[in-house]
């Protein structure tokens, strides 16, 4: 069982930049591709970002592409979502995943396991 926390959701102006975080619990952290999911109101969730286990290779959603990055620090056992140049249509519930490697399949495959998530606002 891995436990999964995000901190660094907020609120923040259009243009603007945050960075979350996602704590896992236990060192399997490593065996896991890891990604980052957004649900926002009345929409259903999808996929944002996906790091493979190592963290050299990266996946993202095209409406965020070139503005998100993922990473993972695995000796810290975290993963963590750079936002920048922030929009207003970026507001959702964002929910951090652990999912059975590769990490090419996270956007299409229901991951093993979630975060409770962490709300991003963005105002215009």
């Known amino acids: 069982q891995v436990q999964l926390v995000e901190s660094g959701g907020g609120l923040v102006q259009a243009g603007g930049s945050l960075r979350l975080s996602c704590a896992a619990s236990?060192?399997?952290?490593?065996?896991?591709?890891m990604g980052w999911f957004r649900q926002a109101p009345g929409k259903e969730r999808e996929f944002v970002a996906a790091v493979s286990q190592s963290g050299d290779i990266t996946y993202y959603a095209g409406s965020v592409k070139g503005r998100f990055t993922i990473s993972r620090d695995n000796a810290k056992i975290t993963v963590y979502l750079q936002m920048n140049k922030l929009k207003p249509e970026d507001t959702a519930v964002y929910y951090c995943?652990?999912?059975?490697?590769?990490?090419?399949?996270?956007?299409?495959?229901?991951?093993?396991?979630w975060g409770q998530g962490t709300q991003v606002t963005v105002s215009s």
């Open positions: 995943s652990a999912g059975i490697p590769p990490a090419a399949t996270m956007s299409t495959r229901a991951p093993a396991y």
């Open positions: 236990e060192r399997t952290f490593r065996s896991y591709a």
